[in-house]
């Protein structure tokens, strides 16, 4: 593609960022540092490329900015919604190819100049033509999850009552896949990726288009943010200079011969009197061209078209190949508050905001460089920001008698009052009047929504049905002037608990229903998170309000129904009316579950939530220690295992009681039960020969390594019990290392240098770094029990095997492999040169009182 067909595809200068972006002024980090990328499919915009690294248009511009910066670029693949997932979470750093919306500058960050434009087409097979969105009725549509085309559709979907169905999938690549197998009908891609593999698939771009979006590199919020004012430095340069690496990459990866298709956004303006208006501005312009200096019946001819055109209440105007304005009505000059000739000649950057610009431009250059006739809803902002104006825009090209495109013709009126009469009769029929939240007739077409989509796509979704206890006693005696006044900061409070996805509605006098969809598709961790909400819910509720120059308490019943309970939103809604009369019969400030065997399980956790807490008040825990042996016979030590046995559970385990110890931050205190036990017992074993030089290996939590006072704790434990810190080894994950790895690595090197030894556990299935391994002060790699399971079996895990072990002797540490449960396994980790073993081939983990040293290391 030429230069000047890029410029049509690519960002315009000027771009102003949102107050969510990030400002330019940001001071930069040192240079040097090593950065997690996500990758995921979407060529020609990115991809991973055969080294793993990122390729595609942003793939080489990062790589370009990270050369010249010094950073060291660590790819992790990822399929859509999971690198979004792993962007927020903070385990990446950066991500490419993120189209900006307000709704997702709430949870991640944005530079300023958009690396590209980009708009989305549907594709279909050639026997299945899609003209309009209305034709998709009753059709299967392949989207990118999580996209905003995807969101675009929900909501259109919901907007306009439309049976459609959307097949949410997890990548570009799969969309076509399906359309082409005849398991869709259509499929949506960005016109990038549509355009350079729609032929492979044999499908075809239909003529609708979705609004254009801006794309960036994004950010977790609060992390990273001088890696944007870096990128978009680099871009303001590139994209100042046409021959710049910048426009050389996006031409090198364009599709040769790529078309920008018809899109019709509105049918509303067809009406004669327009194209009349239209025929006499174009008419007018090639008069102005053609006749300076010609007849003076000419001039009269134009005069009188002139004054047509001043007399209609529109805005007329035509603008050159370079978006200059060439003509304007009164109503023009009326608005941007000046004379026509002080407009003529200029560009919409001197009249509008930098966003209305970049709007307006995108729209021109359909209409000059693809030949579209464009009507579209624009809404424009001026310069100073004084005033917002929604405007039904129609524009199309003027040609020579050749066809070639010389300038624009646009009609645009003013429906701002329109759009604000819309939302105000929106308002009336969908919100309640004292208290703003959605009435009944909005939660339930929300909660059909949601109801249809849990069974698409398979999540799980509640609705919460809470009554105020005693309402009526405080209107009785304060009246209803104060009671709608409780009704109003109740809905308030409420509002505040939830996620941005979740509705809360007034179902009717003192009643109000939460719906929460999409939640997780288990069960059990969906209930979880209804049951804090609700307790989260009463404790709001139960704090005093301010009504009538006095402080009132109240209290509230919440019925709980999840959806798997229910076959229809009227059920749902009944079952959680009735939990919440259940809940009302139990007394004030009770929640009750509609489900009894989900109650169950939720009651279950608690349970063992509280039995945790009691073990850990009552020192009901144990350890269990399992041997580990050097191939010459030699006991090198144990690895300590946590046991606990509940009077009521019997034994738990530590699959099921750990992680709700994480979950809760019990983890912190049993950690230091752990470590002061193990430290003790490496005390008392320094009086025994035999014993002396045995090591005990303990593992570390994820919260443990993390707490800023666990250097302390482990220094003062083996102050007190006097243990020997050379026979204590801590074990971390690879996965532990993500978050903070140069905090992580400072905590290591202070109880390095005491004497403390670590070992690297489950080594090869986490995010394994040679940059940063090389620096962590390792005594051990462990080899996962997963790679010794199959070893005989999968000539993969054998090359693993050989990977690590060559690898520990590189770096010159010791190399243990755990899992080890046949003979087999033990001589054939032995003959690829591993000396240290762990597994119940040579003993299952025992308590202390059982440990053998006579060598279990088979002959």
Known sequence: MRCSALRALVIFSGFVATSQQIGASEPVRPNGRQLVIGIYQNPPKISVAADGMPSGIFGDLLQHIAQQQNWQIKPVSCDWAYCLELLRSGDIDLLPDVAYSPERALSMRFHQTPVLHSWSTLYSLPGQPVAELADLAGRKIAVLQHSSQHLYLQHYNGQQQLPLTLLPVQSLQAAFNLVAAGQADAAVANHLFGDLRAAEFQLKASPIRFDPVALYFAVAPDRNLELLTVIDQQ?????????????????????????????????????????????????????WRRSRGQLQQMQLELARLTTILNSVDAHIYIKDRRSRYQYVNHKVAALFGRPAEQIIGHTDSLFFDAKTVSQLQLNDQRVLTAGERVVAEEINTMADGSQVHTYLSVKLPLRYANGEIY?????????????????????????????????????????????????????????????????????????????????????????????????????????FVVLLPELQPRADLAGQRVELLAMKLMDMLTLPFKLAERSYSISASIGIAMFSDAGNVDELLQRADLAMYDAKNRGRNQYCFYDSTLQAKVLARASMLEGLRLALSEQRFCLHYQMQYHSNGQVLGAEVLLRWTDPELGAVSPEDFIP?????????????????????????????????????????????????????????????????????????????????????????????????????DDFGTGYSSLSYLKRLPLHQLKIDGSFVRDLLDDPSDEAIIRTILALGSSLELHVIAEGVETTAQYLALKQLGCQQFQGYLLGRPVPVAALSSAPQIPA
């Not at 690496?245 to 009197?273: C, D, E, H, I, M």
């Not at 919100?431 to 703003?436: E, N, V």
């Open 235 to 287: 871009l303001q340069q590139w994209q100042a200079d046409p021959q710049s690496f910048y426009f050389q990459t996006v031409s090198r990866w364009s599709q040769p011969g790529t078309k920008v298709v018809n899109f019709s956004l509105l049918k509303l303006w067809s009406a004669l009197s327009a194209l009349l208006l239209i025929l006499a501005g174009a008419a007018m312009y090639w008069f």
């Open 407 to 511: 300038a624009l013709c646009g009609i645009s009126t003013d429906i701002t009052e329109h759009k604000q009469n819309q939302a105000a009769i929106h308002q009336l029929a969908f919100y309640d009047a004292l208290t703003s939240l959605p009435n009944r007739r909005l939660l339930l077409e929300r909660l059909e929504q949601a109801f249809s989509l849990a069974g698409r796509i398979s999540c799980q979704g509640a609705v919460l049905f809470i009554d105020l206890d005693h309402f009526k006693d405080l209107n009785d005696t304060l009246g209803h002037a104060v009671g709608d006044e409780l009704l109003s900061q109740v809905a308030g409070r409420l509002s505040e608990q939830l996620r941005k996805s979740d509705t809360l509605a007034r179902f009717g006098g003192d009643e």
């Open 660 to 760: 709700l110890a994480e979950e809760c931050g019990l983890i912190l205190p049993i950690g230091a039960w752990v470590l002061q036990q193990s430290c003790q017992q490496l005390a008392s074993w320094q009086t025994d020969p035999l014993k002396a030089s045995w090591h005990l290996a303990v593992n570390l939590s994820v919260r443990q390594l993390h707490d800023p006072s666990f250097v302390a704790l482990v220094t003062d434990t083996l102050q007190q019990t006097g243990a020997n810190p050379a026979n204590l080894v801590l074990e971390l994950t690879e996965t532990q290392l993500l978050q903070d790895i140069e905090a992580v690595i400072g905590k290591m090197q202070q109880l390095r240098a005491l004497g403390v030894r670590f070992s690297l």
